[in-house]
């Protein structure tokens, strides 16, 4: 399948105001992302608003809820995938925070004020903790490049290049 080539074919649909057919392609097109890995939020939270224009908000709810939140999270995993568990979740907590940042302008479209402040917390939540385990991730990351360094240039950390000293600072003058 043609990921792109369909994403447009559905953003083409909905700009002229056909939204029950722009879901139906990116229903389609969103496991195969899913499967491929390297696409931002912005394209999984594409159809939200599409389900709000088409009188579909809360079957766009639990679309979200129920695809789109696994969807991002496989995705970052694949994408991720070199790099830490911590960064892993980080990116993954940032997709899911997009989403529910999606559905709260959708909620807010819809002037549902509950459903927009629970969209809101956990939209900042997610955010939270997107910044709490990016930090974790960086402290893993250089962690393991202080241990190369080590296995590379040797103990002596004075010997070691200037530039590898003044990335890894942070662990050496702890």
Not at 22 to 35: C, N, R, S, T
Request: with cysteine.
């Amino acid at each position: 399948m043609d990921i792109r080539g369909t994403t447009k074919a559905a953003t083409a649909l909905a700009k002229n105001g056909d939204y029950d057919g722009a879901i139906l392609l990116l229903k389609l097109v969103v496991p195969e992302m899913a499967k491929a890995g390297g696409f931002p939020s912005s394209s999984y939270t594409k159809i939200i608003p599409y389900f709000q224009k088409a009188g579909r908000y809360k079957e766009g709810v639990k679309y979200a809820e129920s695809t789109l939140i696994s969807a991002t999270k496989k995705d970052c995993k694949k994408t991720f995938s070199h790099k830490c568990k911590e960064i892993q979740h980080a990116f993954q907590n940032l997709g899911i925070s997009s989403i529910y940042e999606k559905l709260k302008l959708c909620a807010k479209r819809e002037k549902l004020t509950d459903d927009e402040s629970n969209f809101e917390h956990l939209g900042k939540d997610f955010y939270s903790e997107y910044e709490r385990l990016l930090g974790e991730g960086e402290t893993v990351g250089l962690k393991r490049e202080y241990e190369e360094a080590k296995d590379l240039f040797g103990k002596n950390i004075n010997a070691w290049p200037d530039s590898v000293r003044n990335r890894l600072a942070r662990l050496i003058n702890t």
